[in-house]
C-alpha cells in the first residue's frame, strides 16, 4: 500500500525553539494532507487540513501562527512549531488521502513525539 | 461540530471469541465512518470502512455496521487472534472521504492465550 514518510520520529528542544516537522507521500501524490495530536491514551485530534498551494485549514483552537503548515509540493507538508513551550509536547501525527484509481483510503505517517524541556 | 464517543475504552477477550467496540456519533450529516488499528509504537491503518448508503460491510473477520437512525456504528472482529491485540479508532466525516475525520477515543484490546 502506500507509504507515508514522517520525519523526525522524535525531537527534544529547548522551550522558546522552533520545530520542524516533515510529512512525505513516497508512492503518491497527495493534494490534502492532515496534522493531527495525540495525547497519551488518547484519540487523534485534527490539527488542521493542509492543502498543496494553498492555505491550510485550522481547526477551531488551534493556533496559526504557532503551528505554521507548508504544503508546498504534491508529496511534502511540513508542521513548524514555533516558540515551542513545555506544554506543546506531544506526539503529533499527519496522514494523507489517496485518492487514485478510485479509492479513498487515509494513510499515516509513523508521528513525531516532542518534547519541549 | 461533531462528537464521536466509543466504549468500550478497554476490552479482554480470549482468543477465538468475538469483540465488539461501539461508537455513536452526534452530526447526522456524517456519512463515512472507517476504523483504523494502532498497533503500539506503529501508525494507525485503515482496516474497515463504511459509508451512509450500506448498513454493513464484511471483510474476512472483521465487519462494520451502521445504524443511521440510532447514530451508532460498531466493530465486529470474530474469531479474534493475539495479532488483533491494539487500539482500534472509530472515526467519522461528513465530507463522504477522509477528510475532517472526528475520531473516537479509541478501545485498547487485548486478546489473551
Known amino acids: 500500500g502506500a507509504v507515508v514518510s514522517q520525519h523526525p520520529s522524535w525531537v527534544i528542544c529547548k522551550s522558546g525553539t522552533s520545530v520542524k516537522i516533515e510529512c512525505r507521500s513516497l508512492d503518491f501524490q497527495a493534494t490534502t494532507m492532515f496534522w493531527y495530536r495525540q495525547f497519551p491514551k488518547q484519540s487523534l485530534m485534527l490539527m488542521a487540513t493542509s492543502n498543496e498551494g494553498s492555505k491550510a485549514t485550522y481547526e477551531q483552537g488551534v493556533e496559526k501562527d504557532k503551528f505554521l503548515i507548508n504544503h508546498a509540493s504534491l508529496t511534502l507538508s511540513t508542521l513548524t512549531v514555533t516558540s515551542a513551550h513545555p506544554e506543546d509536547s506531544s506526539f503529533y501525527i499527519c496522514s494523507a488521502r489517496d485518492t487514485g484509481a478510485g479509492n479513498e483510503k487515509l494513510f499515516f505517517g509513523s508521528g513525531t513525539q516532542l518534547s519541549v524541556l | 461540530g461533531e462528537n464521536v464517543e466509543q466504549h468500550p475504552s478497554t476490552l479482554s477477550v480470549q482468543e477465538g471469541d468475538s469483540a465488539v467496540i461501539k461508537c455513536t456519533y452526534s452530526?447526522?450529516?456524517?456519512?463515512?465512518f472507517p476504523w483504523y488499528k494502532q498497533e503500539l509504537g506503529k501508525r494507525p491503518q485503515l482496516i474497515i470502512d463504511i459509508r451512509s448508503n450500506v448498513g454493513e460491510k464484511k471483510d474476512q473477520r472483521i465487519a462494520v455496521t451502521l445504524n443511521k437512525t440510532a447514530k451508532h456504528f460498531s466493530l465486529h472482529i470474530t474469531e479474534t487472534q493475539p495479532e488483533d491485540s491494539a487500539v482500534y479508532f472509530c472515526a467519522a466525516s461528513a465530507t463522504g472521504t477522509a477528510s475532517k475525520l472526528t475520531f473516537g477515543t479509541g478501545t485498547r484490546l487485548q486478546v489473551t492465550l
Open positions: 452530526d447526522s450529516a456524517s456519512n463515512y
